[in-house]
């Protein structure tokens, strides 16, 4: 609707521009017109006393006699139509005779008539006296050949400017009825015969896209003047539709073949196959789409960052399943429906978000306090001590329970429904569902790595977490490794059968599969859904004033577990021992805000700032600093870019369940250069055989890995990086999905 108000206000203005230069210039032509009727008249009139006059000048004896003779003149002509008045000078410019009324500062304005005796010319201008406009004609008088005087006539002029605001009136008027006229017109006509008509096209190409029927747009010839465009759009859709179809038959046909790649086609198609529209609800703390309102109050939409979304959205969008998730944007209600839902994605919809609301005080305790503050650092071996209190631990057991309800409300009538609940938020929920729905099928995946079970063991609820967790059908870890320490924490814990050839537990009758599904990206055949181009890249540095011939690049959330500080650290230790690189390399950092509310993440989050500040003021020059630090969210459309041309990418955290960022750098790289830079606590060394591997905690091992990364040669880059890409592209996130949808539908 804003366009048609913006077509609209475009023609009001223009016609108001237009009828304004229109309007000068009748207003110019009427003021001449008026003007040159005035002078006539007033020449005809001097004409007229001339000859009553001029015989005065000649024959008067006396100059007595002579202002008399013309004092009767002037009174006999005094009180003609828009005649002001009249007076009479000699030829030195002395007043002889004049009409009553008239104004001193034009009976006085002896230079005017001593300008026109001099040049024996007639003269008229107009003039403002006593707030009225008077024109003033002036006409020398002669006898014989010589000049005896002169002849002033005044007539009123108001009329003049009173007939112009007359037309500006009356030209305004008629210009508002047009407008009016013009506005009503163009609007019933973008409004019903154009933009309804776009809206009907758009609402039909959009139903072909999402799979409607035929690949035509229906009753295309009924689009009036947009019948040619619908004709056209109904092949395209029809091209694309058997495209579609032959995906799919492609798609269905790489099923049983086990070697070939995965694909959101091939998951598609096996989802469809495998649950044969089964119904899929997935469980998380965070929301894969989030609702804000801008600086403007337009309400706007951002993708979280993590790994979770990329994860399970192709799953929802194969099967239109529902999502269940803590609704945290402060625009998040402002959309959702009467039950708290919304299709999404935004743009191409398939699946339902159900959104939860949590009050402030439980958000404080479940998620602020027990999940960040104790079960982070519990499960991170990042040297930060876990808090653990009992008012946070009763407000995730509460929260939990708010999730089970929406869940079990959910699935109500649904037959075996299939639950896939998400990270370490929520590991109660499990044991909530199962009690009420034995039926459901649940599989928990675990985000992060699993503890020792020494480590483990601090936690006062450790029993009721495991129990929790236990009930699922499946618990799925990142690696192997995890999947062991769960194990023995659960025998060290709880009285269970622990079957370490099967890798399962059996808790009070109930068995849990302890399996291994190492999250991966969506990398296929062809590399990343999105060919991002490297001049976007190069134009994000030029706008951060980066041109050095190296840039490095880190990309994380501002998370103490990511070993920025240790980072920072090992690049101020390597331009020291390399001088050369100084002026000729850049670290571009971009840390993403994370878990602001936290107190030690609100701290470690300036305690980076005041890093990069000192290394730089200790370092830098007059046209180059060493680290730039941008604390904002990036989307993966801006990050690619970056990906793709940043010579060396360092993924040095001190602790990680997998890490995408090391095999997002991998999966931007399809010119396979570039050198990734791993810390060896991250899950995601195990497949990334190509990157050179670091301790994070050691800066000169650190500095080590940067000079060797910035003087690897192209053919060992390539070597390096096709085989990473190898590994990524074998077991991408579309695999992932599908051997984790596997393993918890197997059971049945």
């Known amino acids: 609707m804003k366009y048609i ?23 110019d032509d009427e003021r001449t017109t008026l003007s040159i009727n005035l002078e006539q008249r007033a020449s005809l009139l001097a004409d007229s006393l001339k000859e009553s006059v001029e015989p005065s000048y000649a024959n008067s004896s006396s100059e007595g006699t002579l202002r008399t003779s013309l004092q009767k003149t002037v009174d006999k002509f005094a009180n003609r139509e828009r005649l002001a008045g009249i007076a009479l000078y000699d030829n030195k410019g002395a007043l002889l005779a004049t009409s009553s009324g008239l104004p001193k500062t034009i009976i006085e304005n002896t230079k005017s008539v001593s300008e026109a005796m001099d040049s024996d010319k007639t003269t008229n201008e107009f003039i403002d006296a006593d707030g009225e406009s008077r024109y003033v004609f002036i006409d020398p008088l002669h006898k014989d050949e010589s000049i005896v005087g002169a002849l002033m006539i005044v007539q009123n002029a108001g009329y003049i400017n009173k007939t112009i605001g007359e037309i500006w009136r009356g030209n305004l008027l008629k210009l508002m009825a047009q407008i009016i006229i013009f506005s009503t017109t163009i609007f019933i006509i973008l409004r019903f015969f154009v933009f309804q008509q776009v809206v009907r096209l758009v609402d039909s190409i959009k139903k072909v896209r999402l799979g409607g029927k035929g690949g035509s747009l229906e ?19 029809r091209s694309l539709s058997e495209a579609r179809l ?26 469809k196959a495998l649950l044969k529209d089964r119904p899929v609800f997935v469980v998380s703390n965070r929301e894969p789409y989030e609702h804000y309102t801008d600086s403007k109050g337009k309400i706007n ?15 929802m969008e194969a099967c239109n399943g529902t999502w269940i998730a803590w609704g945290s944007g402060n625009a998040d ?49 990042a040297h930060v001590r876990p808090l653990f209190r009992k008012e946070d631990w009763q407000e995730y057991k509460k929260v939990n329970g708010i999730f089970a309800r929406n869940v ?26 199962k009690k009420s729905r034995p039926d459901a099928q649940v599989g928990i995946f675990w985000h992060m790595p699993w503890p020792s079970p020494e480590a483990f063991s601090v936690c006062p609820w450790r029993k009721e977490i495991l129990q929790g967790m236990l009930s699922a059908d499946i618990v799925g870890f990142h690696i192997q490794q995890y999947c062991n320490n769960f194990i023995n924490t659960v025998a060290k814990e709880l009285e269970s059968l622990c079957d370490l050839e099967q890798f399962t537990v059996t808790y009070q009758e109930h068995t849990s599969y302890i399996k291994s599904f190492p999250i991966s990206v969506a990398f296929t055949d062809s ?54 690189y100084k002026e000729n390399f850049t670290f571009l950092q971009i840390a993403s805000p994370s878990r602001e509310s936290v107190p030690k993440f609100k701290q470690f989050s300036e305690e980076v700032t005041q890093e990069a500040e000192r290394i730089n003021e200790k370092l830098k020059t007059k046209s180059w600093k060493p680290i730039v630090l941008i604390k904002e969210h990036h989307s993966h459309e801006e990050l690619g870019p970056l990906f793709k041309i940043a010579n060396v990418c360092m993924v040095t955290s001190l602790h990680d369940g997998m890490n995408l960022v090391a095999k997002e750098y991998v999966a931007a790289r399809d010119d396979e250069s570039g050198v990734l830079i791993l810390s060896k606590f991250t899950g995601a060394v195990r497949d990334l055989k190509g990157a050179i591997i670091v301790n994070p905690y050691s800066a000169e091992e650190t500095s080590e890995a940067i000079y060797t990364a910035l003087n690897m040669s192209l053919p060992e880059q390539h070597k390096r990086m096709k085989k990473m890409r190898e590994s990524v592209k074998n077991y991408n996130i579309f695999r992932w999905s599908a051997e984790f949808i596997r393993a918890i539908t197997s059971l049945s």
């Open 5 to 27: 108000f913006a077509i609209i206000g475009s023609v009001v203005i223009s016609v108001a521009v237009v009828s304004f230069f229109l309007n000068l210039k009748q207003i």
């Open 301 to 315: 939409y951002r993708v979280p960052a993590g790994g979770v979304v990329t994860a399970l959205e192709p799953i």
């Open 527 to 580: 590399g990343n859904d999105t060919t991002y181009d490297t001049n976007l890249g190069k134009a994000y540095l030029e706008k951060l004033a980066i041109n050095t011939p190296y840039v490095g690049l880190g990309v994380d959330r501002m998370d103490y577990t990511k070993g920025i500080l240790e980072r920072f650290k090992a690049i101020e230790f390597f331009l020291e021992m390399h001088e050369t």
């Open 333 to 381: 209600k402002l959309v959702v429906d009467k039950d708290n839902k919304i299709k999404v994605p935004i743009v191409e919809p398939k699946y339902t978000l159900k959104r939860v609301w949590i009050s402030e005080k439980e958000a404080n305790g479940y998620y602020k306090g027990f999940s960040n503050e104790a079960i982070v650092p519990l499960c991170l071996l």
């Open 246 to 271: 032959s995906a799919k038959e492609e798609a269905r046909m790489r099923l049983e073949k086990l070697d070939t790649p995965w694909t959101s086609g091939r998951l598609s198609e096996f989802i």
């Open 408 to 433: 079990l409300a959910e699935i109500k009538n649904i037959q075996n429904p299939l639950i896939l609940v998400q990270d370490f938020h929520l590991a109660l929920l499990p044991q909530m569902i």
């Open 219 to 237: 009753g295309a010839d009924k689009y009036s003047f947009f019948t040619p465009l619908a004709k056209e759009i109904t092949h395209i859709t």
